[in-house]
């Protein structure tokens, strides 16, 4: 995937940097952004070259299972289609668009690895010491800015046994009882609500919970990822409660709710004579997470997050995109990055 990104961009003009996050599984973020070759430094943006004042970025990562591409007359098919690959190549089209068609080339894209899981393509983002105006970032909003986005909390809970023959379930200890009962006591929970971002929600699987039927489970493991609408403080305090000395909590990633900048209106790149003057972009509140929180955007830079897709096809089966909607996108993507620029 990165491989055909990176050839993309590098065949058309643009300087490609990769940005090693694990050696091992050969995973890397992409850099990319465009050096003007007929200006006398390279470049005619308000900041130094390699460093745009315009940041579009999304992730390059999907959720398993693998789901093959397939398109008909309306929509896109497969894992990624709508979260996130189809917004990946709308950013790519709308920068190309921005500095080849309109000039405007302070703009950049930053692609990254593990926004699905650890966010750690993003952290390690933080090294290139990048420092953005507007930073423009890609998930599936049903073509919505987002003006709010609940936290998050990843933990793993695990509780200890002895293995035995499961004829002889007395001798051992079930090391899976206790899990159930913990999960049990998180599902039957008063979880805080907000006004804005609702209820919190919890979902989790069982990791780890014997190896086989005829075995007394030695070992359970279940992980955990709470939507947050209070702080990661409260929700590990109320999870730690729970649990007690049931089992062992480790608690891995977490991030409150953040608030994001929108753009309510902007004029449009006008592609057919009937198209309006200016794009009216609606905003909502998400109930998913996103890396934002987790790139050091110094002030005064603004976050933005806005795509085409609904965030309820993603993760699915018949995960979907609508090619109208994307090319919409596409062009929204374009006339934002016109609209920061007469910022600059």
Not at 26 to 35: G, I, K, P, T
Not at 120 to 143: F, Q, Y
Not at 200 to 209: A, P, Q, S
Not at 291 to 315: C, Q, V
Request: aromatic residues 6%; glycine residues 8%.
């Amino acid at each position: 995937m990165a491989d055909v990104v990176e050839a993309w961009l590098a065949k058309r003009g643009w300087t490609v940097r990769r940005q090693c996050v694990d050696a091992v599984e050969q995973r890397f973020n992409l850099f990319a952004y465009y050096e003007d070759k007929s200006h006398p430094d390279g470049h005619a943006g308000v900041g130094p070259v390699g460093n745009p004042a315009i940041l579009l970025n999304t992730h390059i990562d999907t959720v398993p299972p693998y789901i093959p591409p397939s398109e008909d007359a309306e929509f896109l098919y497969g894992r990624g289609a709508c979260d996130t690959k189809s917004l990946l190549a709308a950013m790519m089209l709308a920068a190309h668009e921005a500095v080849t068609v309109h000039g405007v080339v302070d703009v950049g894209l930053l692609l990254v690895v593990g926004e699905e899981t650890d966010h750690i393509g993003m952290k390690r983002a933080n090294e290139l010491k990048l420092t953005p105006r507007h930073l423009v970032v890609g998930e599936p909003t049903e073509s919505r800015m987002a003006r709010r986005q609940k936290g998050i909390v990843k933990a793993s809970i695990s509780c200890e046994g002895v293995a035995a023959h499961s004829g002889y379930p007395e001798t051992g200890v079930n090391a899976l009882l206790p899990l159930m009962d913990i999960l049990g006591d998180i599902r039957a929970h008063a979880w805080p609500s907000d006004p804005l971002l609702g209820d919190t929600t919890v979902n989790f699987i069982v990791r780890e919970g014997g190896v086989a039927c005829n075995v007394v489970p030695a070992r359970a493991v279940a992980e955990l990822l709470v939507r947050v609408v209070t702080t990661p403080e409260d929700i590990q305090a109320q999870l730690s409660s729970i649990v007690g000395t049931r089992g062992k909590i480790e608690f891995t990633t977490c991030n409150p709710p953040i608030d994001l900048s929108v753009v309510d209106e902007c004029h449009r790149t006008r592609r057919a004579p009937t198209d309006p003057v200016n794009w009216v972009l609606p905003s909502a509140i998400v109930n998913f997470n996103t890396d934002i929180p987790y790139f050091e955007l110094a002030a005064p830079g603004k976050a933005y997050l806005y795509g085409a897709g609904s965030i309820l096809h993603a993760h699915t089966a018949n995960e979907r995109m609508s090619k109208a909607d994307l090319r919409q996108c596409r062009d929204v993507y374009v006339d934002l990055i016109r609209h920061f620029a007469t910022s600059l």
